[in-house]
């Protein structure tokens, strides 16, 4: 994937979301992680990925 | 509180206006070319008119060049053209010149990027300068050449005619009223432009709502010129903060507002100061510093849908706003002028039919959405215009550190040379297995130029030049008689044409002008053998190329001429 091509996927997947609106957004992007571990096929892959999101997130932006 | 406010270090001439002669309030003489805004594109429009020996009047309503640094980022491309219009040493020696920037979420560096650079290149990547300065060198240029630019300051245009022949403008000035005649008006008033208005016609597309203060402070600061960007920064938490070097200590820098914050409070010097002394708090400068200018910016996406309109060309803001994310916005403008000021100078000359000005047009809004469409993604990472955006901006901005792949999306896709591949007037042309197709610029190459004069290393956009150029690729500059007749017919024509040899070794001494290949370089880059022939335009770009037999490549270049200038 070209970085072109990254910046295609991440404008629609931004796009498709705002569609959407804010309430339906934590469940499209549920539905889209299982989808992509269930294309990914491979589950050390997907554990890993999961580890990965999981990392130093931190849910409030400070005021 | 009170806060003492500094000026700009840059004392710009006041210009008194001036009537011409006027028969009952009529300018007597009527011209070729009017050009309304003295800005960085209508000075470029011109200068780049004059290197063909076409007169223009250009008219400002200020008295002096602009106040405020705005475009601040100028970029190679915008520099090959300052070039040829021989105003750049003023670039070159004030310009702060920068190959790359950093991007940083809350404490880490998420992203370290680069521009082009190599050792293949002539000019920077890109220069930092005021747009006063910008302008101050323009305007000392085409002082030079004031023989062919007359400028009329303090001279407000207060209505439009335009008919299939021209146009007539009644000007105001503090001297008096008066109105003028002109076969071409050539738009380059800016975003506001009151020839736009005055035509009845409406910039489309997007605008967005994320607004960003803009302050210049003068801060004596040793640090480095490169873009620094700050995401959700530990000084001012939830915003996004720019940081770029000026000359002269001047140091802007852009924050994003939150959309509940008033635009009005927000711009006061009160609240202004201390978030930007929490940024040079955390970045570490300390050295005294004072406020020079606040102001506010929103991006738009922006563009007429046609930038011909009978008589009336536009240009520069006129025609296109673009964001500020990605400096594309007076480059571009430049560009156009690059774009319009041989067409507009064939045509005046009776070299070329009209419709070649219509490519003007077809390929500047094409270079318009190619413009806006990376201007866009680069303002929907810097103002997110939607909690999606956000969302996922903070995700990549937070995953950047750790996992290199999705850092390309942080990365602001600064302005370059757009080509243009589907312009009506690239000619047909050979296969190629790689280098510039017809519509692109040509990549930069260092070379050996031969003259008259002897032989000096130099590079290959030194030999664009006010006329069409064929580049004729040979082992020692040889031209077999059907190439070397071009110069002849097209003489004849009186189209302004050099055959320039390019040799892949030093060739025998003569007085015509060539050039050779002296790093080994320039071959591959064009993927040329002996035989190769490129034609290339006045601002630059391939008309058309061709290899293989001569007889059919000295046909094929001159039918490309015949088909873009349908004279």
């Known amino acids: 994937m070209t970085d072109s091509e990254l910046d295609s996927v991440y404008t629609h997947l931004c796009k498709t979301m705002t569609g959407l609106g804010e309430a339906n957004g934590p469940l499209f992007l549920a539905r889209f992680a299982l989808l992509a571990i269930e294309r990914i096929g491979d589950a050390q892959a997907s554990l890993s990925l999961i580890d990965a999101a999981g990392e130093n997130v931190s849910a409030s932006v400070p005021q | 509180m009170s806060v003492e406010f500094k000026p700009y270090p840059f004392e710009a001439k006041q210009y008194a206006a001036r009537l011409p002669e006027l028969k009952g309030g009529h300018e007597a003489q009527r011209h070729a070319v009017t050009i309304v805004g003295g800005g960085p594109v209508g000075y470029a429009v011109a200068l780049g008119l004059a290197k063909h020996g076409v007169r223009s009047v250009l008219i400002e309503a200020d008295e002096s ?43 880490d560096e998420v992203l370290h990027f680069t521009m082009p650079q190599d050792e293949n290149q002539k000019l920077p990547p890109m220069v930092n300068l005021a747009q006063y300065h910008i302008e101050q060198f323009l305007l000392d240029a085409a002082e030079r050449h004031a023989d062919l630019i007359d400028i009329r300051w303090r001279t ?20 008096g009223d008066y109105t003028l005649d002109t076969d ?16 009845g016609l409406k910039l489309e597309g997007t605008t967005y709502e994320g607004r960003y203060v803009i302050v210049d402070i003068l801060l004596d600061s040793a640090r480095p010129t490169e873009r620094l960007a700050y995401f959700d920064p530990a000084s001012n938490p939830g915003s996004t903060v720019l940081v770029h070097k000026q000359p002269d200590n001047v140091w802007r820098i852009d924050y994003q507002l939150r959309d509940d914050e008033d635009a009005d409070e927000a711009i006061k010097p009160g609240n202004v100061m201390p978030r ?16 020079v200018w606040i102001t506010i910016y929103k991006a738009n996406a922006l563009t007429l849908e046609r930038y011909r309109h009978g008589r009336v060309l536009f240009a520069g803001d006129a025609a296109h706003l673009v964001p500020i994310f990605g400096v594309r916005g007076a480059n571009s403008g430049i560009d156009d002028a690059d774009n319009l000021a041989w067409k507009l100078a064939w045509v005046v000359k009776g070299l070329a039919g009209e419709t070649l000005l219509d490519s003007y047009s077809d390929e500047r809004v094409y270079a318009a959405h190619e413009n806006l469409s990376y201007g866009t993604k680069s303002t929907e990472f810097m103002a997110p215009p939607s909690f999606a955006f956000d969302l996922m901006r903070t995700a990549v901005l937070s ?12 990365n602001p896709r600064q302005t370059s040379a757009i080509a243009y591949l589907a312009s009506p007037l690239n000619a047909a042309s050979d296969t190629f297995a790689s280098g510039p197709p017809p519509g692109a610029v040509l990549p930069e190459c260092p070379l050996t130029i031969v003259d008259r004069d002897g032989a000096r290393e130099g590079h290959v956009t030194d030999l664009v030049a006010p006329r069409f150029t064929a580049f004729y690729f040979s082992e020692d500059g040889a031209t077999p008689t059907p190439i070397a007749a071009l110069e ?59 290899h293989g037999d001569v007889d059919a490549t000295a046909a094929h270049a001159l039918a490309a001429l015949d088909h873009a200038l349908r004279a």
Not at chain 2, 280 to 289: I, S, T, Y
Not at chain 2, 399 to 410: E, F, G, K, T, Y
């Open chain 2, 399 to 410: 995953l950047a550190r750790q996992h290199a792949a999705v850092r390309s999306l942080i």
């Open chain 2, 276 to 291: 930007v002394q929490s940024l040079l708090d955390m970045m570490g400068d300390k050295a005294p510093w004072s406020p």
């Open chain 2, 65 to 107: 060049v602009c106040y405020g640094s705005r475009a601040i980022c100028i970029s190679r491309r915008s520099l090959e053209i300052i070039e040829r219009l021989g105003a750049l040493e003023g670039f070159l020696t004030k310009g702060l010149p920068w190959t790359g920037g950093r991007s940083f979420y809350r404490n």
């Open chain 2, 184 to 199: 071409w008006l050539v738009a380059a008033d800016g975003g506001r432009s009151t020839v736009r208005e005055a035509l």
């Open chain 2, 156 to 175: 407000k245009v207060t209505s439009v005619q335009h008919h299939a022949h021209g146009a007539t403008l009644a000007l105001s000035t503090p001297e």
């Open chain 2, 488 to 546: 002849t017919t097209l003489a004849e024509r009186a189209l302004p044409f050099a055959l320039v040899p390019l040799a892949q070794r030093r060739p025998a001494d003569t007085p015509r002008l060539s050039a050779w290949d002296h790093t080994g370089r320039l071959f591959p880059m064009y993927a040329a053998q002996p035989g190769t022939l490129y034609l290339v335009r006045p601002d630059g770009h391939v008309l058309g190329r061709w």
